[in-house]
C-alpha cells in the first residue's frame, strides 16, 4: 500500500502542492488527471524523491518516510520500493536497450551481471521487444524506446510504478502499442499511479481515479463516479473541456 499524507512542494513563493493525501492499494491502478500545471508531475516525482517535498510522510509498504527529515538513506529505500517511466523515456543513447535495463540491476540493485541479463531478457520480452535486444535508441521507435522504459521499471520488481505521462511524447500511431503493455501489466495486478490525458485508458483500466487542480485533489472516485457522475464543477468544467463528447451527466 501507498499512503501520502499532507505532501506540500514549493518552488520559490509558488505552492505546486497544497498538502496531498492519497492512498493506493496493492494491486489498484490510480490515475491522475487535471490541467496542465495541477501538480500532477510534481507529485509522482516527490514520491519518488525525484522532487524533495517541503513537508508531509510518504509510506510504501511498511516504509515511512518524514519527508521534512528525510535521510539520504530515505531516500535510497523509498527508490528501491518505486519505479519511474518517464515522458521523455530518458534512456542511454550510447547503450542497448538490453544494457538500459540491465543498468539499474546491475549498479542500483548490484545484481551479478549474468542473473542481471536474464530478467532484462525477460521483461524484454513481456513488452514485446525480445527481438531488439541490441538495438540502440536511435534505432527504435518512440513506441518502442517507452517500452524499453516499461521494462526497465519493471526489471526493478518495485512495489508501485510511477507512470509520467508516457504517451504524450508519441506520435499517435504509436500510442496504442505502449498503452497495450500498460493494461498487460495492470491485469498482473501491478500497483500503478499514472499520470495520463488518455481518457479511454483511465476509463477502462483504472480502479480509482483522482482528478487535481490547483495543487489539490478536487475529486476522486471509481472510473464510473468521476466520468459519469462528477460531484465538483471544476470536475465537469475539465471533463467537457478534454472531452469531445462528455459521458458524465450534469
Known amino acids: 500500500m501507498i499512503k501520502l499524507t499532507g505532501i506540500s512542494k514549493s518552488f520559490g513563493k509558488q505552492q505546486v502542492l497544497k498538502g496531498i493525501d492519497l492512498q493506493v492499494n496493492k494491486g489498484e491502478v490510480v490515475v ?9 508531475t510534481t507529485l509522482l516525482r516527490c514520491i519518488n524523491y525525484l522532487e524533495r517535498p517541503n513537508e508531509g510522510h510518504i509510506a510504501i509498504g511498511d516504509f515511512n518516510v518524514d519527508c521534512k527529515h528525510a535521510h539520504k538513506r530515505d531516500i535510497y529505500e523509498l527508490r528501491q520500493r518505486s519505479a519511474m517511466v518517464f515522458q521523455h523515456y530518458n534512456l542511454f543513447r550510447h547503450k542497448t536497450a538490453l544494457e538500459n535495463v540491465m543498468e539499474g540491476l546491475v549498479i542500483v540493485q548490484k545484481l551479478p551481471k549474468e542473473e542481471a541479463r536474464r530478467r532484462s531478457i525477460e521483461v524484454l520480452e513481456k513488452v514485446g521487444l525480445g527481438g531488439k535486444l541490441d538495438a540502440y535508441p536511435s534505432q527504435l521507435s518512440g513506441g518502442q524506446q517507452q517500452r524499453v522504459g ?16 508516457p504517451t504524450s511524447a508519441l506520435d499517435p500511431e504509436l500510442v496504442g502499442e505502449v498503452l497495450a503493455v500498460i493494461r498487460k501489466i495492470a491485469a498482473e495486478g501491478i500497483t500503478m499511479i499514472v499520470v495520463t490525458h488518455e481518457m479511454g485508458f483511465a476509463r477502462d483500466v483504472a480502479s480509482h481515479v483522482v482528478f487535481m487542480d490547483e495543487g489539490v485533489i478536487v475529486e476522486e472516485g471509481t472510473p464510473k463516479e468521476i466520468f459519469r457522475m462528477p460531484k465538483e464543477e471544476r470536475t465537469k468544467q475539465f471533463l467537457k473541456r478534454i472531452m469531445p463528447e462528455p459521458a458524465y451527466s450534469i
Not at 526497465?152 to 509520467?164: G, M, Y
Open 32 to 40: 491522475i488527471l487535471g490541467p496542465s500545471g495541477s501538480g500532477k
Open 150 to 165: 516499461i521494462a526497465r521499471a519493471l526489471a526493478l520488481n518495485p512495489e508501485v510504478i510511477l507512470f509520467d505521462e
